[in-house]
């Protein structure tokens, strides 16, 4: 009987020993710095994310200011076009000084001076074809602005689009990082709970195993 009681507390002993390996619930080092080093992954693309909503608030600042000189420009067409067509009407209620004035006013050097009749209306024709001809220089001038500006807009709306993309390519970089958190998470908690399972059999299995040592002694005491 003795024999049976030692070996009891023999496997008793083995038992506890082997249980005792089953390390005590926690994180490990290696999941611990993979986790941080997503965080600080993460925090870097939000703020490098900052920092292209910035240069898009910028772009977009610019292209404001581009469409107020646009729309400056156009309107200054419709202005010169205004004044071509006031200053075409006065011609023709210019008196022959007053014609005579205005050609020798553009042309100083060529000083024109008591036209025939039969040739004031050709001089009233010639005057109102420069006026149209100032008209369209500044015309051609405001549309080759219009035509910068315009291009300038295309670029700045390019620029936009492309930081736009790069910004979902960060977006989706960090969407990536924390789903293999989440991953990483939910593997921990699986060992987590497993590790913890082992803990309370290796409780019980104490508990048990002392009682059944402190039974085992107070026998082989009473024995002898």
Not at 27 to 56: C, G, N, P, R
Not at 91 to 111: A, C, G, M, V, W
Not at 112 to 118: A, K
Not at 120 to 129: E, N
Request: proline letters at 2%; a positive charge; charged letters at 25%.
């Amino acid at each position: 009987m003795k024999k049976i009681v030692l070996g009891i507390l023999a496997l008793l002993v083995v038992g506890y020993i082997v249980l005792d390996k089953i390390g005590d619930a926690g994180l490990s080092k290696e999941f611990t710095q993979k986790q941080d080093s997503l965080v600080q992954a993460v925090d870097s693309m939000k703020l490098d994310i900052v920092e292209k909503d910035k240069a898009i608030d910028s772009l977009v600042v610019v292209d404001v200011q581009l469409q107020d000189k646009l729309a400056y420009a156009k309107s200054h067409v419709k202005t010169v076009t205004k004044y071509v067509d006031s200053s075409k009407t006065a011609i023709d209620n210019y008196n022959e000084q007053e014609l005579i004035t205005s050609f020798n006013t553009r042309y100083p050097k060529d000083t024109v001076t008591n036209p025939l009749p039969v040739a004031q209306p050709v001089l009233v024709a010639a005057a109102k074809d420069l006026v149209e001809l100032d008209g369209a220089k500044q015309i051609i001038t405001i549309k080759d602005s219009v035509i910068a500006l315009t291009e300038a807009r295309v670029t700045g709306k390019d620029s936009v689009i492309s930081v736009y993309v790069k910004k979902e390519g960060t977006y989706k970089n960090i969407m990536f990082n924390q789903d293999t958190q989440i991953k990483d998470w939910k593997n921990q908690y699986n060992n987590l709970y497993l590790a913890n399972q082992k803990l309370k059999m290796k409780n019980k299995f104490t508990k048990i195993g002392a009682g059944i040592v402190v039974g085992g002694l107070v026998y082989l005491m009473i024995a002898k």
